[in-house]
Antibody, heavy 122, light 106 residues
Framework: QVLLQESGPGLVKPSQTLSLSCTVS??????????WSWIRQPAGKGLEWVGR???????DYNPSLKSRVTISVETAKNHFSLSLASVTAADTAVYYC??????????????WGQGTLVTVSS | DIQMTQSPSSLSASVGDRVSIPCRAS??????LNWYQQKPGNAPKLLIY???SLQSGVPARFSGSGSGTDFTLTISSLQPEDFATYYC?????????FGPGTKVDI
């Protein structure tokens, strides 16, 4: 069983940088053909894919956020992180970390963290 | 980006009903389509991957069909625990994109 747990500040001021970590247990984030992802959901709205990092270190980001987002891995702690710069109220959301796994030639997000609410407000 | 649409945004049903939830992609995605269930306050849960493959542990009353641009999630006999919001997601390319969701309520 793979468990993911988000952590980080619940309140960030406008124009500052949002920083979250995701601790993974039950799997090594440097092994296997997995992508470690961030997905967010504003209150009462749908899901928005933020980006992902491969076990090999390659990253993909949503073009709508690309200039502001960085996803990185800290292998010693078996966790990966999200950094989102120059935040505004539109970045207020529940942020989920998750694992995207290969199913033969398909992919699906099979394990999710519980989510953490980040509010952007002064 | 590939746009995913789901209509209706909500539907009402009763326990025991057969429910079909459609999803459409803005371009062909073959069978690179997943379905997730989300209940209030919870993370999404993977139900179906590759358009029609049932995720381990998911009840057999859930099924998926379709390819190309048109897909359907079917619940053969709705149970009380199935009242939730259902999202489709394409994994044909990045950025991954989700449909806006269909809420199934009583």
């Amino acid at each position: 069983q793979v468990l993911l747990q988000e952590s980080g500040p619940g309140l960030v001021k406008p124009s500052q940088t949002l920083s979250l970590s995701c601790t993974v247990s039950g799997a090594s984030i440097t092994s296997g053909s997995y992508y470690w992802s961030w997905i967010r959901q504003p209150a009462g709205k749908g899901l928005e894919w933020v980006g992902r990092i491969y076990t090999g270190g390659d990253t993909d980001y949503n073009p709508s956020l690309k200039s502001r987002v960085t996803i990185s891995v800290e292998t010693a702690k078996n966790h990966f992180s999200l950094s989102l710069a120059s935040v505004t109220a539109a970045d207020t959301a529940v942020y989920y970390c998750a694992r995207e796994a290969p199913y033969l030639r398909w992919h699906a997000t099979d394990f999710w963290g519980q989510g953490t609410l980040v509010t952007v407000s002064s | 980006d590939i746009q995913m649409t789901q209509s209706p945004s909500s539907l009402s049903a009763s326990v025991g009903d057969r429910v079909s939830i459609p999803c459409r992609a803005s371009q062909s995605i073959s069978t690179h389509l997943n379905w997730y269930q989300q209940k209030p306050g919870n993370a999404p849960k993977l139900l179906i991957y590759a358009a029609s493959s049932l995720q381990s542990g998911v009840p057999a009353r859930f099924s998926g069909s379709g390819s190309g641009t048109d897909f359907t999630l079917t619940i053969s006999s709705l149970q009380p625990e199935d009242f939730a919001t259902y999202y489709c997601q394409q994994t044909y390319t990045t950025p991954r994109t989700f449909g806006p969701g269909t809420k199934v309520d009583i």
